[in-house]
């Protein structure tokens, strides 16, 4: 049985670099920084680049060429490069892809970092960013000017859990002949393949579920050949590379990727449930709910609904304090994709450098809580949601 043939958890398990004399079971760890040549020529040969093989760990490593390697079998992609963060693939993927003057598209509800960097760095070298709202993507065409070069979202969106049609947005950018780039850090491979709705290049936040135990950074950029290549040789002379033990901890990690998550979506789904009927609660935002309001969309693009629940609790900020100080099991924490539950106040922390008018457009409250459902039995996560809200 050929490895394409094969099923998304037997990829995710069975692919790995090739055994060495040991003949071990488990992939080795790497921990070198450097590799030796038997000659001057096979090292002329290695950096011409005549000759595929490993030369220094800022470039590549057995251990993150096999995370990579796995994540392009689950995503659907050509090629891949590794990265320290999530928000290091993040910043090299458009330096690497932008020039000053150009202008790109994104959704207005992006992280709170990947906003600063769109608004306080970039535009230092005269590359310009036009945002659309999360429930507008028919203004993008509108948006479009002669030096757009790139159509950019997260789906769903942090923190907001908000869904983006990624097949109309594959077809604007290919009618236009722009980039589609899609962060898919909250679904991961294994809920959702924006390359099937024709994204050029995916971004994944390696440090949250694929981890999924709180334990490394990491991140990843995923997509053609061509295009990696160009975010290849910028990182290669800027240096924003993995380690090769992340990438030995996330590689193994991808092994229990599928059962971990079945169970995080589970459990979030069964919160989100509980949460829309509580007296407490004004709204409750989780894709595979109803209520949703692009429910239609992510039953289409999404296997499961993720293990993200966003949830305003009454009172605003007096509200959200009292909540969060009641907490007792979950985690009050800014992480997310852990195997604990984890709490959080984006009006406060992820998103709290984002201007009043900046949070409101992407529907942060006061009294917004982003929950990252974990692992525990769900009886004793709601219960500890519950007797939080009791004293709200």
């Known amino acids: ?37 038997d000659d001057s020529e096979e090292m002329r040969a290695a950096f011409a680049e005549e000759k595929q093989r490993d030369l220094y760990s800022r470039y590549s490593n057995p251990n993150t060429s096999e995370f990579v390697d796995k994540i392009c079998k689950l995503e ?33 509800s992006v992280f709170g970092a990947t906003h600063a960097l769109f608004t306080k760095y970039f535009p230092k070298w005269d590359i310009e960013t036009s945002y659309f709202p999360v ?27 908000d869904v983006l049609d990624l097949e109309l947005l594959g077809k604007i950018a290919k009618k236009h002949k722009l980039l589609l780039i899609i962060d898919n850090c909250f679904a991961t491979p294994y809920l959702q393949n924006p390359i099937k709705f024709g994204a050029d290049l995916v971004i994944h936040s390696a440090t949250k579920l694929i981890d999924g135990q709180g334990r490394v950074l990491g991140g990843v950029t995923v997509g053609s050949r061509e295009l990696i290549r160009e975010i290849y040789l910028f990182s290669r002379v800027t240096g924003p590379a993995m380690s090769p033990f992340n990438a030995w901890v996330l590689s193994k990690s991808l092994e229990t990727l599928a059962v971990r998550t079945d169970r995080h979506c589970e459990n979030a789904l069964k919160l989100a449930e509980f949460l829309e009927s509580h007296p407490k609660i004004n709204w409750v935002k989780y894709p595979f709910l109803k209520s949703h309001p692009q429910y239609e969309v992510a039953k289409k693009q999404m296997k499961l609904g993720g293990n993200i629940v966003a949830f305003e609790v009454n009172g605003g900020v007096q509200g959200g304090k009292m909540f969060f100080d009641s907490i007792k099991m979950c985690s009050l924490s800014a992480n997310l994709g852990d195997s604990r539950t984890i709490v959080t106040h984006p009006a406060s922390t992820t998103h709290a450098k984002l201007a009043v008018e900046d949070k409101q457009a992407v529907g942060i409250t006061d009294g917004m809580v982003r929950c990252s459902v974990g692992l525990e039995h769900v009886d004793d996560i709601i219960k500890d949601i519950e007797q939080a809200l009791e004293r709200v």
């Open 1 to 37: 049985m050929s490895m394409d043939s094969q099923k998304f958890e037997t990829q995710a398990v069975r692919a790995q670099t090739g055994k060495t004399q040991f003949r071990e079971h488990s992939t080795p760890l790497y921990l070198t920084s450097g590799f030796v040549f």
């Open 76 to 108: 659907g992609a050509e090629d891949g490069f590794a990265f320290a963060t999530g928000m290091a693939a993040v910043y090299a993927t458009f330096a690497a892809l932008l020039n000053a003057g150009d202008h790109m598209i994104s959704c207005r």
């Open 135 to 161: 429930n507008q993507i028919d203004i993008i065409e509108s948006l479009i000017q002669p030096n757009t070069k790139i159509i950019y979202a997260e789906s769903p969106t942090n923190p907001g859990v």
